[in-house]
């Protein structure tokens, strides 16, 4: 750990010890072999320019105020992200993905080539080098270096200016997820990084890395992954009703999770009944045991080769979501949901389900010109083609119904909503404006519920 924090009247022999720092810094940096994206963003960026800037101007006096806008760039970048240096090194790492942190998911520890795990343990070594640089002595050296320059054009009676703010600091363990407080911890406080290596790889192996570390919830757009940053926080004991269809859901789930077979799941039945809800909901339960949930529209489903093929052999297990799902005619996200879900000549991926909602039993629109007729001469074979549209459904393993809520479920599901709410008015009250809400509004289901008992704690908050 750097330590000295130099003066303004830092000796020669000090300033050559501080210089020699930034080198050694800046060699650290540009050594890295496979984590060498850990400071390819704004933040690394800004640090590489901050080391450049002090490097020139202890050669170049004249340049030293490239120090001060270079310093403020840094302090700016960890500020936008609410890191401190420390923490972001850290997180940096236990998300890159390289070839040692995809290689370790997919393979025992023990069974990496030695040349690979000497490259990472080569960089854990040089990354806690900068590790242990000291913020407050980067200010110090920056704002001696500023203040000495600015100084000399000032009179003699001109009060000391101000030069650099304070260091940029955060709580270590804020902003964590559990997983990771685990394994930050052993970071922040170990003597050599290195030894940490199979920690760092069990963790990879949990939590995944890149996008599927920093994302439990995710979204497939534009022919991308993209990482949700506020999922929708609904939990499976927020939801009331349906209670057999919610259970073969949770025991189809944790059938995945525990690396058994799994089944695809059409969730079918009335609207506002919690399907989508449900489905979410297993994500807040879940996601400590690695479920990743992955929503996809209707518009892009003819991607969804393309995207298992992505998520095969990884050690998370993945929900691929499809929301309010039917098809037209001669679909092309038709014939790639059966592909997925039938399979193909490649095999099924063990880590992948799709669960899709749909308020149509039948999947595919059929029409009365579609069913045949002896004096139609279109199709010899015209009946395999219907039967073809309504089996589609079919071809989920599971199908589970919700029928729409009767006068006690609907008024049960309110009861349940109010008591998480905490609102305490009679119960005899609480139904009669509650059936009354329904009466006016959207019919009895979980949803019309839901809109019942937010607008109550707002008119009770009043």
Not at 248 to 257: P, R, V
Not at 326 to 341: G, Q, R
């Amino acid at each position: 750990m750097i330590k000295n924090v130099f003066s303004q009247n830092s000796s020669p022999i000090e300033l050559k010890s501080e210089l020699n720092c930034f080198l050694i810094s800046q060699k650290q940096t540009a050594a890295l072999v496979l984590y060498q994206s850990v400071l390819t963003d704004r933040v690394g960026e800004s640090w590489v320019n901050l080391l450049e800037s002090l490097i020139y101007s202890h050669n170049n006096p004249a340049h030293c105020l490239n120090c001060l806008q270079a310093y403020g760039n840094w302090f700016k970048a960890l500020a936008e992200i609410n890191l401190g240096w420390q923490e972001y090194l850290i997180t940096r790492i236990l998300r890159d993905e390289n070839p040692f942190s995809q290689q370790v998911q997919r393979q025992n520890f023990d069974d990496l080539p030695q040349v690979l795990l000497d490259a990472a343990a080569w960089d854990l070594r040089m990354l806690q080098g900068l590790y242990q640089l000291d913020n407050k002595w980067l200010r110090d050296c920056v704002e001696r270096s500023a203040s000495d320059r600015i100084s000399s054009t000032l009179s003699d009676n001109h009060p000391p200016l101000p030069i650099v703010p304070a260091t940029w600091s955060k709580n270590p363990s804020r902003g964590l997820k559990p997983a990771e407080i685990e394994i930050y911890t052993k970071f922040a406080t170990a003597e050599d990084w290195v030894a940490l290596l199979p920690d760092l790889a069990g963790y990879y192996r949990q939590c995944g890395t890149g996008i599927f570390a920093e994302y439990q919830a995710l979204r497939w757009q534009s022919g991308e992954l993209v990482g949700i940053k506020t999922p929708d926080p609904v939990r499976i004991t927020d939801l009331c009703g349906y209670e057999e269809p919610k259970q073969q859901l949770i025991k189809n789930t944790e059938f995945l999770l525990a690396g058994y077979p799994a089944l695809n799941i059409l969730l079918y039945g009335s609207r506002g009944s919690g399907k989508s809800s449900l489905v979410k909901g297993l994500l807040n339960q879940y996601s400590d045991r690695s479920l990743r949930l992955i929503e996809v529209p209707k518009s892009e489903l003819q991607d969804l080769p393309q995207i298992v093929e992505q998520l095969r052999d990884l050690p998370q297990k993945f929900i691929i979501f499809v929301d309010d799902l039917s098809f037209a005619e001669d679909d092309e996200a038709f014939k790639a949901l059966k592909v997925v879900l039938e399979g193909s000549v490649t095999a099924r991926p063990s880590n992948v389900v799709v669960y899709a909602t749909s308020n149509r039993r039948h999947l595919v629109r059929e029409f009365f010109a579609d069913r045949p007729r002896p004096k139609d001469a279109d199709e010899v074979q015209s009946w395999d083609t219907v039967q073809e549209k309504l089996s589609f459904s079919d071809r989920f393993g599971l199908t589970l119904t919700f029928e729409p809520a009767d006068q006690e479920t609907y008024l049960e599901i309110v009861r349940h909503l109010a008591a998480l709410a905490q609102i305490d008015i009679p119960e005899d009250n609480l139904d009669y404006r509650a059936l009354q809400w329904a009466t006016r509004h959207n019919g009895r289901s979980g949803r019309t519920a839901r809109q019942f008992i937010d607008f109550l704690t707002a008119d009770l908050g009043n």
